[in-house]
Nanobody, 124 residues
Framework: QVQLVESGGGLVQAGGSLRLSCAAS????????MGWFRQAPGKEREFVAW????????DYADSAKGRFTISRDNAKNLMYLQMSSLKPDDTAVYYC?????????????????WGQGTQVTVSS
């Protein structure tokens, strides 16, 4: 079993930056491919970014490309999402997710473990 806990969310003005963290515990060796998703009020869960076990492969949603940076530090069991040039449309609950297998994917239903979410609110 793997436990995931997000932190770093909060209230920020448009154009500002935030760094989200995801701490993994338990059987962390079972946390292979990882990703970030978000869900805004009244909208479906949305893919943001994923990263492979080694960090050598990365993918971003079009909405995140050029503004967000995903990274991980396996020695510390941490994954990060650095967000800059934030927009009001980025307002959502952000979730950390992990798979037991190495294969990466944008599909939320294929992830095995989820954090509780952290709220990001961007004011205009």
């Amino acid at each position: 079993q793997v436990q995931l806990v997000e932190s770093g969310g909060g209230l920020v003005q448009a154009g500002g930056s935030l760094r989200l963290s995801c701490a993994a515990s338990g059987r962390t060796f079972s946390s292979r491919a990882m990703g970030w998703f978000r869900q805004a009020p009244g909208k479906e869960r949305e893919f943001v970014a994923w990263i492979s076990w080694s960090g050598s492969s990365i993918d971003y949603a079009d909405s995140a490309k050029g503004r967000f940076t995903i990274s991980r530090d396996n020695a510390k069991n941490l994954m990060y999402l650095q967000m800059s040039s934030l927009k009001p449309d980025d307002t959502a609950v952000y979730y950390c997710a992990a798979r037991q297998v190495l294969a990466v994917t944008r599909l939320w239903e294929l992830y095995d473990y989820w954090g509780q979410g952290t709220q990001v609110t961007v004011s205009s």
